[in-house]
């Protein structure tokens, strides 16, 4: 494919020479003669320099010196996803039908063009759409219902009664609908089991990572809302709330019973405690530990986490803690100097 | 059934019409006609005006205000369990027997109605007691010995000689047994592996959530006590000890021959270091890092985790360093002040 | 085997009775007659008093005092390594050969004595070295490359185009290859999926814990390099690079395109921020949340990370905040006594 090619078909145009061919992807540094690469970050602004790509995915407005071709495109990100389909690796596919080595209940509703791995055990009840493919050794419980176009990757599970959206992405290994962590403790100060007898809902285009668990409710559901996109080793606990398109980082912990609005952003390895409400737009720094409530639209840091500017500010202050105390170790010495002073005087 | 069937079925008074029916289980704010709810947290309360509820269950001092028929008891959680037997949907029943899709070694003892699900594995010398479930996609390593009336939910794994105890629950995805993480450097700086001769030990009663890792012991084994519950992403490193009906929320991890007592809380994200001891009914809170031992019954938070009040003013102390600073930077121009009416004055 | 032929086998000088026999290896604590033990540290020298250990490995130049033999030795945690293989339980061995309800692809290549347990799923195009074993319920995705002599664990999986070099371990359900969490926001403020078209490439003698999760990269390749060795729950993101010989303890979370040197130590739980760079030979302690570059071989904790030395001296700073409060009270009182004495004078 050409540069010119390609730009046709990611809407860009091109600034150099249009007709250089392009066979591979890479990034700037490892990129050599043939590739594409694309500049996404002002960041990576230093390897156009040296970069031995045929030609690179740049923002309309770009005006820095690269000796090959540019094309120059509304956002480079979203021109490097399609210039994937082009140029990027054979996608896997997988055969539609049920493998002979999987074990599917009789009364299991498969849509047309349904693909289930070897290993795979579906349970009875459960309901799948569409050219949904079930890879290998993943395991669907009693009534779970899936929608169309869903891709779960090996060893996924799901508990009874989960329900699953359109064109959702499970990777390998997460657990859907897992008991609650909910217990009473009893007068002889044991735990007794609060029976977990809700379910887990979640909505269409949501893409879940790998080993994430999300847990079913006490009673009613969880939810996760439509666009969601959660990574690696989330833990989403009972009865938890995430509204639409919010976006969780990996290793994040969500307690029971929260609330998470929508087009909120949570960074890598934060909290949210239970029973706590992050309003919608809302943007939580990676590792804070939420203890509070969170009002829409805000950017909270930190543990306890507070608005950023104000946990930058604290942040600040301790850091010149020592000077502080140089102060007013100062201050001291200078106000004994003034008593001696004054006792002269007076 | 009627409220006053379900009143003497969880040991309560009804407090309203009794002959009413109820038919499904839910929350306050989720409540429909025919539903019962009940009232755990005074939190809650404010829901208990407009619930739709037929019947609610509270405790038996409650003084509220509500329209629907209340079911006054000790504890509404515990009555909640009981109800949900009456209540909740249809559990999920696994038949006795070894599914045929089942690879079981042929000196495995199994006690009577055990079920084992399609996929599992099951080696040479493994022990399962009576009325045991493992679900689908379980492997159980050689030796491993399981008590009566456990239940493994899918894809849970045991390594050799595993002992769990009778009336255990695992959720999915979750690995006994695993190898500590130990080396030793060699004088060439690379690491040379240190075997994990021990094993791992869990005690009756126990619940392990989803996803969990608990390591088998360097030599020696890995306890986990009696009663103990374990949410979901938990670490739990060789050599680590856990005392009887000690509560550990999701994601925390505990370091490498550590010590927990009994009826320890352990709240989310929170971590204990290597070899440290935490003292019997201590609370360590969401988030603590453990750098040092906790005296039994303490109550510690933040990082390095201290005394929960020292921690509280600590952090009411921060909060107001901007305003020590500007009262420093006051001093200072007062002294000033001061030290120039007194040089007029000497 | 009696005391002198361990000695002979691990290198070592028997001090004491050198006849006696041993038959396997506790704790100093749990040992009884016929134990052989070993001292590590000086912090379990204690415990060398009372242990009824037969036998003790220590360092050559041990000093202290004890009533069995003593196996002086250069590294007591090497020797008992050694011992290990001479003492220790029967070590699981599993048959050369695929299982017979394995499903591996007609054009997968196995080495000799490869080892293939049931219910794994090799798809096509995947080599697997000689000697190498895949326990029971791996899924190796399309292209997987594993060299001679790896150990897969139960229910790890791999996506297509991974790589793992010679003698790697990984343990049971970790995943290796899944998608990189990477978006593009869109101007209706929804995500597109940025695809992850690269792979994940492991090292020589790498041990990987359970239930970790590595991601492919964007493009080019995530990279793990010889030696490495990584602890359970541990995330690392897409594009990540770490060295050789690094140590990454449980619940470590290393963020997109973050480069960890080599011969680094991570603590548990620890935290590095995406696109940063951690120098050789760091140590990052447990919990620290690493927010900018780590030059090589510093030493850094707490939240931002910083130099361990400044981290401490601050964390003392605020420890003394109270009675720094405490003094500026004490100045305020003491300014207003000199001043009204001024206001006498003058």
Not at 106 to 111: N, Q, S, T, Y
Not at 167 to 195: C, L, Q
Not at 228 to 253: E, F, P, S
Not at 331 to 345: G, M, Y
Request: one cysteine or more.
């Amino acid at each position: 494919m050409t540069a010119a090619e390609l730009a046709a078909r990611v809407g860009g145009t091109v600034d150099g020479d249009g007709a250089i061919d392009l066979t591979r992807l890479a990034s700037l540094e490892d990129a050599r003669s043939g590739d594409l690469s694309f500049l996404a970050h002002s960041r990576y602004e230093g390897a156009m320099v040296d970069t031995r790509a045929s030609a690179v995915l740049v923002r309309k407005d770009w005006d820095g010196k690269c000796s090959c071709t540019l094309i120059r495109v509304d956002s480079p990100d979203a021109a490097f996803a399609a210039a994937a389909e082009a140029l990027g690796p054979e996608v896997v596919h997988f055969k539609a039908g049920v493998h002979a080595c999987a074990v599917v209940a009789d009364d299991a509703r498969l849509g047309e063009d349904v693909s289930i791995g070897p290993c795979c055990v579906v349970e009875p009840g459960v309901v799948i759409g569409a050219r949904t493919v079930v890879m290998a050794g993943c395991y669907l419980g009693h009534g779970t219902v899936l929608g169309e176009d869903c891709k779960l990757y090996p060893h996924v599970s799901t508990r009874e009664r989960t329900r699953i959206g359109n064109r959702v992405i499970i990777h390998n290994g997460t657990v859907i609908g897992s008991d609650g962590f909910g217990y009473v403790a009893g007068e002889d100060r044991t735990w007794m089991k609060i029976p977990q007898i809700g379910t887990v809902e979640i909505g269409d285009d949501v893409e879940i990572g790998a080993n994430v668990t999300i847990d079913r409710a006490r009673f009613g559901k969880t939810v996760i809302g439509n666009g969601v996109k959660i990574d690696n080793l989330v833990q989403v606990a009972h009865n938890v709330r995430i509204g639409d398109h919010t976006a969780v980082a990996a290793q994040v912990g969500i307690a029971g019973s929260a609330s998470v609005g929508g087009h909120v952003q949570m960074g890598g390895q934060a909290g949210v405690s239970g029973h706590l409400s992050v309003g919608d737009g809302a943007i939580v720094a990676g590792r804070a530990g939420v203890t509070k409530g969170v009002p829409a639209g805000e950017f909270v840091s930190g543990y306890p986490a507070m608005q950023h500017g104000k946990a930058a500010k604290l942040r600040a202050h301790m850091m010149r803690l020592p000077a502080l105390k140089q102060r007013v170790a100062e201050i001291e010495k200078e106000l004994a100097d003034l008593k001696k002073r004054l006792d002269k005087v007076s």
